[in-house]
């Protein structure tokens, strides 16, 4: 006896199975991302570099945020005075090692070359500030700035790390800008006045 052949328009009961029917699910599925990212404007393209908007960078006020936190730390703070083009984004406070007493107030900007830097004052020893700014770093030697030697190390995303003592206090700078950049927020944290 004869099986019965389907009739026009009935579906095959036995599913499409292989390569070629798993590949053709997933451009269906890439093509629902596609569009619905694509709605929600949640993707884009950028090749290059990241760029940043300036604009829409948050912004602090360095010298307001080092006076409010003055009175919380026992050593003194530096409020370095840097070019416009310097763009203070962002400013806090940590505590070290689970020490109440160990603190370090910490400032970052966003450089001319939209890169960044960040200046941690904090009365920790050096090994403490700088495993809390960069994890495990390594130590590489010294550098000349604003006029005194800084340690440098590099941290775990290959950025540098400069470590320098005035008068009992650490002054840190680090981030993923240039030698050059990071000089200047040196030099001009260690010109800068006390922040009363």
Same mark, same amino acid.
């Given at each position: 006896?004869?099986? *019965?052949? &389907?009739?026009?328009? #009935? ?5 499409? /199975? ?16 596609? %569009? %619905? ?20 960078? &948050? ?8 006076? /409010?936190? #003055?009175?919380?730390?026992?050593? &003194? ?20 090692? =689970?020490? *109440? ?10 450089? *001319? ?5 960040? %200046? ?24 000349? #700035?604003?006029? /005194? ?7 775990? /995303? =290959? ?8 008068? =009992? ?5 680090? =981030? ?12 001009? #944290? ?7």
């Amino acid at each position: 006896m004869a099986t *019965p052949s &389907p009739g026009p328009g #009935a579906r095959d009961p036995e599913p499409q /199975r292989g390569p070629a029917a798993l590949l053709r699910a997933f451009v269906v599925i890439g093509v629902g991302v596609l %569009l %619905l990212a694509g709605l929600l404007r949640t993707c884009s393209f950028a090749p290059g570099a990241p760029e940043v908007d300036r604009e829409a960078i &948050p912004r602090v006020d360095p010298a307001a945020e080092l006076r /409010r936190v #003055a009175p919380t730390v026992t050593f &003194p703070l530096r409020g370095p005075s840097l070019s416009p083009e310097w763009i203070a984004q962002s400013s806090d406070v940590v505590v070290l090692g =689970g020490t *109440p007493g160990l603190r370090a107030v910490r400032v970052g900007w966003v450089t *001319p070359d939209d890169e960044f830097a960040r %200046l941690v004052q904090t009365n920790a020893d050096e090994a403490a500030v700088v495993v809390s700014e960069a994890g495990d770093p390594t130590a590489t030697g010294t550098v000349e #700035a604003g006029g /005194r030697t800084w340690v440098t190390h590099t941290g775990r /995303r =290959g950025e540098a790390i400069w470590v320098t003592d005035v008068d =009992g206090v650490r002054l840190l700078v680090t =981030g993923s800008a240039s030698g050059e950049r990071l000089g200047q927020l040196a030099g001009a #944290a260690l010109a800068a006045p006390f922040v009363r």
